[in-house]
């Protein structure tokens, strides 16, 4: 039965990877480089929006991190309503919320300013704008905010501005947005390319005063982006694997830079476009179990995103065994950590390796305390649901499987 199970996961994944040369893969328009935040209102200007959303959150504001971007809407006469209540791991009452200062006061668009949190509370939102009658639970999965839209011939979303403030999920370049509730204490991705940002602006000088721990994990969590990409089946195009080998290497070569000096400028500019080439690989190539088993330890107990990727991954790469050893050997290189004479196996077991340690150097811990055994089986069902069988991973896992990995997550 399962092996048959199997089977059909693996047919569908097939059936995907076909359907995603068919998908309208629009790249946001990128804005780079230090201070180039303030050439946002310009580019807001010349597409005739005249009133914003900012979406951010409380964090940004009291650190004053968006008070250049006030200044330069302020003088480019853009009108602007705020939203920033935004919590780690946003929930629909964030967006609910963000959704009804939009019509309030009648905006055109929306600025996402912030990490992962405030983006995905703002791209929610803006599918909330275009599908008034449909609620977020309804939207999580697949296409959810576009199929409905198609048969009713309705609007598209309004554009989003995307200005990533940490340099780790991507989401400024994504079709995703994970979203929790906190009736159920479930964490979901919704994924469509309609709330794909049509814009990004890369500006490594807001992301300096990001401080040393969610560097470090945020950073991690672009890594796993990568890889997780890079070692899956069916979806990824030569674009994807490119920039998701790209990835891997900037990585390594600046998340210890940027952890220990957050000044280091060019370091900083380093990880934000890592983040923004490991979005990209994975809105195509998508994620794995890192992700699925991750996404639940946040909705049932808030650990931030990045810890859990961090601490998570190379469980999962360990548990994948000799079906992931050719792709890891291959960002083994890329990583700088193969030696001459190793086999493929002993290449995947370098880079996972080199995945702990640098784990321990930016002092991520190895395991969690908070998860309770009663809990496990729900986790493990939860993150199933949510990986088998979308996303095309090396080796596909069952529930029992999920459980032990969860158990040896433990501390
Ligand atoms: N949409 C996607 O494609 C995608 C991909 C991966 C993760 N995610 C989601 O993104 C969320 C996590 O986002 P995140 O890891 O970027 O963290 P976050 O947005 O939750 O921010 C974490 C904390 O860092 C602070 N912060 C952000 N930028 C700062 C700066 N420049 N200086 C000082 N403090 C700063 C915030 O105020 C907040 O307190 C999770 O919900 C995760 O599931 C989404
Ligand atoms: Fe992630």
Not at 254 to 263: P, S
Not at 291 to 308: D, E, F, K, R, W
């Amino acid at each position: 039965m399962w092996a048959l199970q199997k089977a059909y996961y693996r047919t569908y994944q097939f059936v995907m990877g076909l359907g995603m040369n068919f998908l309208p893969w629009l790249e946001p328009e990128i804005v780079e480089g230090a201070g180039s935040i303030k050439k946002l209102p310009s580019v807001i200007k010349w597409k005739d929006i005249k009133s914003v959303l900012i979406v951010t959150d409380q964090g940004l504001m009291s650190l004053h991190l968006l008070d250049s971007l006030f200044e330069a809407l302020n003088s480019a006469r853009i009108k602007y309503a705020l939203y920033d209540q935004v919590q780690p791991n946003p929930t629909i009452e964030n967006i609910e919320a963000a959704l009804k200062i939009y019509n309030e006061n009648k905006c055109e668009a929306i600025i996402a300013f912030g990490g992962g949190s405030p983006m995905d509370c703002a791209k929610v939102t803006s599918a909330r704008v275009a599908r008034p009658g449909r609620s977020v639970t309804r939207m999580r999965g697949l296409f959810r905010v576009i199929l409905p839209a198609l048969k009713m011939g309705s609007v598209f979303p309004p554009a989003i501005f995307a200005v990533p403030t940490t340099a780790g999920t991507g989401s400024e370049t994504t079709i995703a947005a994970v979203v929790s509730n906190t009736q159920t204490h479930e964490k979901y991705p919704i994924n469509d390319p309609v709330i794909r940002p049509r814009y990004a602006v890369l500006d490594p000088e807001l992301t300096v005063g990001l401080p040393p721990h969610i560097t470090a994990t945020t950073g991690m969590d672009a890594l796993t982006h990568a890889v997780e990409s890079y070692i899956g089946k069916f979806y990824n195009n030569t674009a994807t694997s490119v920039k998701a080998v790209l990835a891997v290497e900037m990585i390594f070569n600046n998340i210890e830079k940027a952890f220990k000096d957050g000044n280091d400028l060019e370091a900083r500019g380093q990880m934000l476009l890592a983040s923004y080439y490991a979005g990209y690989s994975f809105t195509r190539g998508a994620v794995g179990y890192v992700h699925g088993i991750g996404h639940n330890l946040g909705g049932m107990y808030g650990v931030p995103h990045g810890l859990a990727m961090s601490v998570i991954m190379p469980y999962v790469l360990e548990w994948y065994g000799e079906a992931a050893h050719k792709p890891l050997a291959e960002l083994a290189e890329a990583a700088g950590v193969s030696k001459m004479g190793m086999n493929r196996a002993q290449k995947a077991k370098a880079f996972i390796d080199a995945v702990k340690g640098l784990n321990s150097r930016l002092n991520i811990p190895s395991k969690f305390d908070c998860i309770k055994d009663e809990d496990i089986p729900t986790i493990a069902e939860r993150a199933m649901y949510e990986c088998n069988p979308t996303y095309p991973v090396p080796k596909i896992m069952g529930k029992e499987d999920c459980i032990a990995v969860i158990k040896s997550l433990k501390a």
